[in-house]
T-cell receptor, first 114, second 114 residues
Framework: DQQVKQNSPSLSVQEGRISILNCDYT??????FLWYKKYPAEGPTFLIS?????DKNEDGRFTVFLNKSAKHLSLHIVPSQPGDSAVYFC?????????????FGTGTSLTVIP | GAVVSQHPSRVICKSGTSVKIECRSL??????MFWYRQFPKQSLMLMAT?????????EQGVEKDKFLINHASLTLSTLTVTSAHPEDSSFYIC??????????FGQGTRLTVV
């Protein structure tokens, strides 16, 4: 059972525009969320995280929004750059449990068109 | 950010042989390490979780006798694929975290069994 879902397998955006990647989760015990970026044949790299006490976290061009009531989070990239083209995974974890695993979505492949 | 080194990045082995993959946290103590497997166009699938000095906890459906995990120190975990078969060919990724911080990933290992 997929507890973290990314319903859009791919997204294309023009350079300079905003990219919005969405993620939904089903487990109400999740209270720590992360976004990772992955290039082919490489491991994921951490982008940004948010805990459930916040509804927004911003880091440069990347902003993550969390809507706990809807069990939904999104990653906004603005302005989008060609180097942002990669697969983006969202992940969720019950933060309070030491060493607990992350549950990953299936990823969204972002293509930023120059 | 923190660095996790995974070695080798690519390995080709003959069917029936064993392959060892190393995962090292270079600048922090990894209280927990995770091993994932990724099939093409699919999410990262957690194979096992290991806490330093303890036996690994395997996810359902993962053969513990086939995928041997050792986490003998706070900076090193190894995954040994024993008696490898072509269906074991995949992309294996480790991640490491210190307590409840975000996890950092290795660069992954592309295993091809011929």
């Amino acid at each position: 059972d997929q507890q973290v879902k990314q319903n859009s397998p791919s997204l294309s955006v023009q350079e300079g525009r905003i990219s919005i990647l969405n993620c939904d989760y089903t487990n109400s015990m999740f209270d720590y969320f992360l976004w990772y970026k992955k290039y082919p044949a490489e491991g994921p790299t951490f982008l940004i995280s948010i805990s459930s006490i916040k509804d927004k976290n911003e880091d440069g061009r990347f902003t993550v929004f969390l809507n706990k009531s809807a069990k939904h989070l999104s990653l906004h990239i603005v302005p989008s750059q060609p180097g942002d083209s990669a697969v983006y995974f969202c992940a969720a974890s019950p933060y309070q449990e030491t060493g607990n695993q992350f549950y990953f979505g299936t990823g969204t492949s972002l293509t930023v068109i120059p | 950010g923190a660095v996790v080194s995974q070695h080798p990045s690519r390995v080709i082995c003959k069917s029936g042989t064993s392959v060892k993959i190393e995962c090292r946290s270079l600048d922090f103590q990894a209280t927990t390490m995770f091993w994932y497997r990724q099939f093409p166009k699919q999410s990262l699938m957690l194979m096992a979780t290991s806490n330093e000095g303890s036996k690994a906890t395997y996810e359902q459906g993962v053969e513990k006798d086939k995928f041997l995990i050792n986490h003998a120190s706070l900076t090193l975990s190894t995954l040994t694929v024993t008696s490898a078969h072509p269906e074991d060919s995949s992309f294996y990724i480790c991640s490491a975290r210190f307590l409840n911080t975000e996890a950092f990933f290795g660069q992954g290992t592309r295993l091809t069994v011929v």
